[in-house]
């Protein structure tokens, strides 16, 4: 049955295991409306989180519903990828087809209705992808960071409810990414969109929420103000190169800026520290990082 | 929209793209040079003929098909599966298949149609539904077997070979390696015929045998969407079904040929009742003469009597009780007729009754009929300084108007022996008015038919002189002064010496 109040994304213990290895462990998530960072180290599990709402993968044990319907069931998977824009990590297209000629095949695997509709509907996410200019251009013709805006524009098609971008801005310039914030800004006051990235300054930019993953767990739920939160009084600047053991790296005008776990601001003389405002940045490396390690 | 309105759509998407490439021209366009060429081997070309250069082309189709459908089958199982779409990949697998069988069937209807107009309209000669369907099915493997070998190599390597081993293979037909070279080439050239056409006997007239050959196709077609299907990155109970589609379809495709080949093999006769159109075929008499041909040949029942009732004409009507039964035998396969001892008169599908050399070759057997003489197919005999040689002789030219007397009637009389007596009254025959011929036969017919009338004694009746020796076989230097315009040769024309004297 299908519920309309139910959350986009609603998953109760979901566990998805490559033989031994367990990829994702026991995840609660609800999300509903709004745009949801998913950080986490290389092989926390985002990806596999990912293609699990994307129904590309079927969940091992757990329950797992997707826009109120359940992904195991076909008739429901159907109805969930009719309302699903999935952008994978690093998508490989075909070569051959031209930019309109790829997105019209995702709208036809879509089931977008009529020939002029659904032309109008590629030329639209094109549009909003700013490639439209570059639609007769061959998918091998086009760089890294157009590539990956064409599977954005396949992503957008139709307007999803539920929009799940993996690694969405890598290759994009500086310009095209506050173009694509401005983009999935949008798209969030209508869908819920699951961002995966590594970029925290997207997070910080868009995301009302934060789940941080560790070794297939949620480590962290919560908005990205709780989880700067989390980190004040840890980060410091000072002149000396800090001991063994903290997170640290060197600040252009050479001092070194600190991270440390577990100590506050009771210590702040200690070798001419300061403390300062931790940003999402800092907050993210401590928590996978440092609060890891003291697990 | 429904999943099936998005695969139809997919389908047209597909189809639009296949029809777009510029190797489907390429192929369309050999295929239209095959179909002119093959059918200029036939300057009187008959539904059957029509029918094998549909056979041949939808080969041509079937490659061409086949290269045309690697593309998108590499872009659905290299690229397709980053999409996370309703229509899953099989569906999308489905779909390509579905176009592929879409655009090979109107490019076939294109070449058969392109056949059809080359060989002109209203052929004679019939071809069962079955083996009409065959050469669209012989096509539809080529697009099939392309999405299934592209879904196990997920490479271009299917097409990179063969444009490798074109220009190798064309080198050792072509060369002098073709005397010294492996049998390898040869060998693989029979096993790709023997995989397109396994049976020992086929027509498409024969109806159980076209339908064996078009199921046959169909298994193999069977055989590739399996495997297609199979390719797909899945595991479990659909791949293991797909396994096993293909394993079963592969062994009724195996076992069908030799089913059919142990059933049907090369001694096999097939009566009427087998052909298509067989059971309304009855043999028709004209003027004493009986022509059976096979079904949808009764056009050429014309000609043929043109060509033999005038010679016939000049017959005693007590000579009708030995008036040939013209009979047409099939192509490729023996036809079971209950034909009267010593009358058969034998033409094939291949001579047609407008080709000059085969009416000749029709008036000569049909003479010979009459006199008794054994046919090519009964073995030779000695009719050495018998009256009825030089009379066969003058039943198969009298009233020919073929212009110039054929050479070949040479070698039919040179094939029974014929003394020097023989050539001389032969060639005082054609100068001998044919009614008064024909008056001395109705006068003597037994006699003159009888083993033991010589040739002296038909002279006489005619009133012809003889000069030439009439005991033993003519010689070279005879046959040079009688039959100038044929070279005599003994040891290939003459009868072996053991040969019996014809009775």
Same mark, same amino acid.
């Given at each position: 049955?299908?519920?309309?109040?139910?959350?986009?994304? #609603?998953? /109760?213990?979901?566990?998805? @295991?490559? &033989?031994? +290895?367990?990829? *994702?462990?026991?995840?609660?998530?609800? $999300? %509903?409306?709004?745009?949801?960072?998913?950080?986490?180290?290389?092989?926390?599990?985002?990806?596999?989180?990912?293609?699990?709402?994307?129904?590309?993968?079927?969940?091992?044990?757990?329950?797992?519903?997707?826009?109120?319907?359940?992904?195991?069931?076909?008739?429901?998977?159907?109805?969930?990828?009719?309302?699903?824009?999935?952008?994978?990590?690093?998508?490989?297209?075909?070569?051959?087809?031209?930019?309109?000629?790829?997105?019209?095949?995702?709208?036809?695997?879509?089931?977008?209705?009529?020939?002029?509709?659904?032309?109008?509907?590629?030329?639209?996410?094109?549009?909003?992808?700013?490639?439209?200019?570059?639609? #007769?251009? /061959?998918?091998?013709?086009? @760089?890294? &960071?157009? +590539?990956?805006? *064409?599977?954005?524009?396949?992503?957008? $098609? %139709?307007?999803?409810?539920?929009?799940?971008?993996?690694?969405?801005?890598?290759?994009?310039?500086?310009?095209?990414?506050?173009?694509?914030?401005?983009?999935?800004?949008?798209?969030?006051?209508?869908?819920?969109?699951?961002?995966?990235?590594?970029?925290?300054?997207?997070?910080?930019?868009?995301?009302?929420?934060?789940?941080?993953?560790?070794?297939?767990?949620?480590?962290?739920?919560?908005?990205?103000?709780?989880?700067?939160?989390?980190?004040?009084?840890?980060?410091?600047?000072?002149?000396?190169?800090?001991?063994?053991?903290?997170?640290?790296?060197?600040?252009?005008?050479?001092?070194?800026?600190?991270?440390?776990?577990?100590?506050?601001?009771?210590?702040?003389?200690? &070798?001419? +520290?300061?403390?300062?405002?931790?940003?999402?940045?800092?907050?993210?490396?401590?928590?996978?990082?440092?609060?890891?390690?003291?697990? | 929209?429904?999943?099936?309105?998005?695969?139809?759509?997919?389908?047209?998407?597909?189809?639009?793209?296949?029809?777009?490439?510029?190797?489907?021209?390429?192929?369309?366009?050999?295929?239209?040079?095959?179909?002119?060429?093959?059918?200029?081997?036939?300057?009187?070309?008959?539904?059957?003929?029509?029918?094998?250069?549909?056979?041949?082309?939808?080969?041509?189709?079937?490659?061409?098909?086949?290269?045309?459908?690697?593309?998108?089958?590499?872009?659905?199982?290299?690229?397709?599966?980053?999409?996370?779409?309703?229509?899953?990949?099989?569906?999308?697998?489905?779909?390509?298949?579905?176009?592929?069988?879409?655009?090979?069937?109107?490019?076939?209807?294109?070449?058969?149609?392109?056949?059809?107009?080359?060989?002109?309209?209203?052929?004679?000669?019939?071809?069962?539904?079955?083996?009409?369907?065959?050469?669209?099915?012989?096509?539809?493997?080529?697009?099939?077997?392309?999405?299934?070998?592209?879904?196990?190599?997920?490479?271009?390597?299917?097409?990179?070979?063969?444009?490798?081993?074109?220009?190798?293979?064309?080198?050792?037909?072509?060369?002098?390696?073709?005397?010294?070279?492996?049998?390898?080439?040869?060998?693989?050239?029979?096993?790709?015929?023997?995989?397109?056409?396994?049976?020992?006997?086929?027509?498409?007239?024969?109806?159980?045998?076209?339908?064996?050959?078009?199921?046959?196709?169909?298994?193999?077609?069977?055989?590739?969407?399996?495997?297609?299907?199979?390719?797909?990155?899945?595991?479990?109970?659909?791949?293991?079904?797909?396994?096993?589609?293909?394993?079963?379809?592969?062994?009724?495709?195996?076992?069908?040929?030799?089913?059919?080949?142990?059933?049907?093999?090369?001694?096999?006769?097939?009566?009427?009742?087998?052909?298509?159109?067989?059971?309304?075929?009855?043999?028709?008499?004209?003027?004493?003469?009986?022509?059976?041909?096979?079904?949808?040949?009764?056009?050429?029942?014309?000609?043929?009597?043109?060509?033999?009732?005038?010679?016939?004409?000049?017959?005693?009507?007590?000579?009708?009780?030995?008036?040939?039964?013209?009979?047409?035998?099939?192509?490729?396969?023996?036809?079971?007729?209950?034909?009267?001892?010593?009358?058969?008169?034998?033409?094939?599908?291949?001579?047609?009754?407008?080709?000059?050399?085969?009416?000749?070759?029709?008036?000569?057997?049909?003479?010979?009929?009459?006199?008794?003489?054994?046919?090519?197919?009964?073995?030779?005999?000695?009719?050495?300084?018998?009256?009825?040689?030089?009379?066969?002789?003058?039943?198969?030219?009298?009233?020919?108007?073929?212009?110039?007397?054929?050479?070949?009637?040479?070698?039919?009389?040179?094939?029974?022996?014929?003394?020097?007596?023989?050539?001389?009254?032969?060639?005082?025959?054609?100068?001998?008015?044919?009614?008064?011929?024909?008056?001395?036969?109705?006068?003597?017919?037994?006699?003159?038919?009888?083993?033991?009338?010589?040739?002296?004694?038909?002279?006489?009746?005619?009133?012809?002189?003889?000069?030439?020796?009439?005991?033993?076989?003519?010689?070279?230097?005879?046959?040079?002064?009688?039959?100038?315009?044929?070279?005599?040769?003994?040891?290939?024309?003459?009868?072996?010496?053991?040969?019996?004297?014809?009775?």
């Amino acid at each position: 049955m299908t519920d309309p109040n139910a959350p986009a994304v #609603h998953a /109760r213990g979901v566990t998805r @295991s490559y &033989g031994t +290895r367990t990829a *994702l462990d026991a995840v609660d998530l609800d $999300l %509903g409306p709004g745009v949801t960072g998913l950080l986490g180290r290389n092989g926390a599990g985002k990806t596999t989180l990912l293609r699990c709402l994307a129904t590309d993968l079927e969940a091992s044990r757990g329950e797992l519903r997707l826009l109120g319907r359940d992904p195991r069931r076909a008739p429901e998977r159907t109805e969930i990828r009719r309302r699903l824009g999935y952008l994978p990590q690093n998508p490989e297209f075909y070569p051959h087809f031209t930019a309109f000629g790829l997105v019209d095949y995702v709208a036809v695997l879509k089931e977008m209705g009529g020939r002029r509709e659904r032309h109008d509907e590629v030329r639209r996410s094109l549009d909003r992808v700013g490639l439209y200019d570059r639609r #007769h251009s /061959r998918v091998r013709r086009l @760089s890294g &960071g157009m +590539r990956q805006r *064409l599977g954005l524009a396949c992503a957008l $098609l %139709g307007d999803p409810e539920l929009l799940l971008l993996d690694e969405p801005t890598i290759g994009l310039d500086p310009e095209q990414r506050i173009r694509f914030r401005s983009l999935v800004s949008e798209m969030a006051t209508r869908s819920t969109v699951v961002l995966s990235t590594h970029q925290i300054e997207d997070v910080a930019a868009l995301c009302r929420r934060v789940v941080c993953l560790d070794r297939g767990r949620v480590v962290f739920d919560g908005t990205p103000g709780d989880l700067v939160e989390r980190a004040k009084g840890r980060v410091w600047v000072q002149r000396e190169r800090p001991r063994e053991g903290v997170t640290t790296w060197r600040l252009a005008d050479g001092r070194y800026r600190v991270l440390t776990p577990g100590e506050t601001g009771s210590s702040a003389a200690e &070798g001419g +520290r300061v403390g300062v405002e931790p940003t999402l940045e800092d907050a993210y490396l401590l928590l996978t990082g440092v609060e890891r390690n003291a697990r | 929209m429904s999943r099936a309105a998005a695969a139809t759509r997919l389908t047209a998407f597909n189809a639009v793209r296949l029809a777009a490439n510029p190797l489907l021209y390429l192929g369309l366009g050999l295929s239209t040079t095959l179909v002119y060429v093959t059918l200029g081997y036939y300057p009187w070309p008959h539904a059957l003929d029509v029918h094998n250069t549909t056979e041949t082309v939808a080969v041509v189709v079937a490659a061409t098909m086949f290269a045309v459908t690697t593309f998108p089958a590499l872009r659905e199982v290299r690229y397709s599966g980053v999409f996370v779409a309703p229509l899953g990949r099989t569906g999308r697998l489905l779909s390509l298949l579905a176009a592929a069988a879409l655009v090979t069937v109107v490019c076939q209807a294109a070449m058969t149609a392109v056949c059809h107009w080359a060989a002109g309209g209203g052929l004679p000669g019939m071809v069962s539904p079955y083996a009409r369907a065959t050469p669209f099915a012989l096509a539809l493997v080529g697009p099939a077997a392309g999405v299934a070998v592209a879904g196990w190599t997920r490479s271009y390597v299917q097409l990179i070979v063969p444009v490798i081993l074109a220009p190798a293979y064309y080198l050792y037909v072509n060369t002098a390696l073709v005397s010294v070279g492996p049998q390898m080439v040869s060998r693989v050239e029979s096993m790709a015929t023997r995989a397109v056409n396994p049976f020992q006997v086929m027509s498409p007239q024969i109806t159980v045998l076209s339908a064996y050959y078009l199921g046959y196709v169909l298994l193999v077609l069977g055989v590739f969407v399996a495997v297609a299907l199979a390719a797909r990155p899945r595991r479990g109970a659909a791949r293991g079904a797909a396994f096993g589609a293909a394993a079963v379809l592969l062994a009724g495709a195996v076992a069908t040929p030799a089913y059919a080949n142990t059933t049907y093999g090369w001694d096999r006769r097939f009566p009427d009742s087998a052909l298509y159109g067989g059971d309304s075929t009855r043999c028709e008499v004209r003027e004493a003469i009986t022509y059976c041909p096979l079904p949808g040949f009764e056009p050429w029942v014309d000609t043929w009597h043109a060509t033999l009732s005038e010679p016939l004409g000049f017959l005693p009507e007590q000579a009708q009780d030995r008036f040939p039964v013209v009979w047409q035998d099939g192509p490729g396969f023996s036809r079971m007729l209950n034909l009267p001892p010593g009358r058969g008169v034998v033409v094939f599908t291949g001579a047609s009754p407008d080709d000059p050399f085969f009416r000749s070759d029709l008036r000569n057997q049909a003479a010979r009929t009459v006199f008794g003489l054994h046919s090519d197919f009964e073995g030779w005999c000695w009719a050495t300084g018998q009256a009825r040689l030089p009379l066969t002789y003058w039943l198969a030219t009298v009233g020919a108007d073929d212009g110039e007397p054929d050479p070949f009637i040479g070698y039919h009389l040179a094939s029974f022996g014929p003394s020097a007596a023989d050539l001389e009254v032969a060639r005082a025959l054609e100068e001998t008015p044919a009614e008064r011929v024909a008056e001395v036969l109705a006068g003597h017919w037994e006699e003159l038919n009888a083993p033991g009338t010589p040739t002296t004694e038909l002279a006489s009746l005619l009133g012809l002189p003889v000069t030439a020796e009439a005991a033993g076989v003519a010689t070279e230097a005879e046959w040079r002064e009688h039959y100038p315009e044929y070279v005599f040769e003994p040891e290939y024309d003459l009868p072996e010496e053991s040969a019996p004297t014809c009775g």
